[in-house]
Nanobody, 126 residues
Framework: VQLQASGGGLVQTGGSLGLSCAASGRIFSYGTIGWFRQSPGKEREFVGYITWGGGETYYADSVKGRFTLSRDNAKNTVYLQMNSLKPEDTAVYYC????????????????????WGQGTQVTVSS
């Protein structure tokens, strides 16, 4: 599985931005796509995930209510819609894929993801 993240850019505080993660190769119905982000000098942190089959989503508290994940199975693409952006959302955003099922709490941990995209920069100006 290869992942291609796109859609990053510069936006003002309070603005919106949409990211895409296009997957090539087969993502099994029980797979999951997760998003993580990393700011300079900080650990890569969990943002949210969506299950490929059922479309269940889960978000980090820091983005809950502002970010929304969706998927288009026919296009093998996951979308991350980010609204009400804050300067602290500035980071490189990565999408990652897990092809086999694990416990749901493990899907918030980057080490449980098998495949990673290259990252896309999101900058929120104050």
């Amino acid at each position: 599985v290869q992942l291609q993240a796109s859609g990053g850019g510069l936006v003002q505080t309070g603005g919106s931005l949409g990211l895409s993660c296009a997957a090539s190769g087969r993502i099994f119905s029980y797979g999951t796509i997760g998003w993580f982000r990393q700011s300079p000098g900080k650990e890569r942190e969990f943002v949210g995930y969506i299950t490929w089959g059922g479309g269940e989503t889960y978000y980090a508290d820091s983005v809950k209510g502002r970010f929304t994940l969706s998927r288009d199975n026919a296009k093998n693409t996951v979308y991350l819609q980010m609204n009400s952006l804050k300067p602290e959302d500035t980071a490189v955003y990565y999408c990652a894929a897990r092809s086999t099922p694990v416990k749901t709490f493990q899907l918030t941990c980057r080490r449980y993801y098998n495949y990673w995209g290259q990252g896309t920069q999101v900058t929120v100006s104050s």
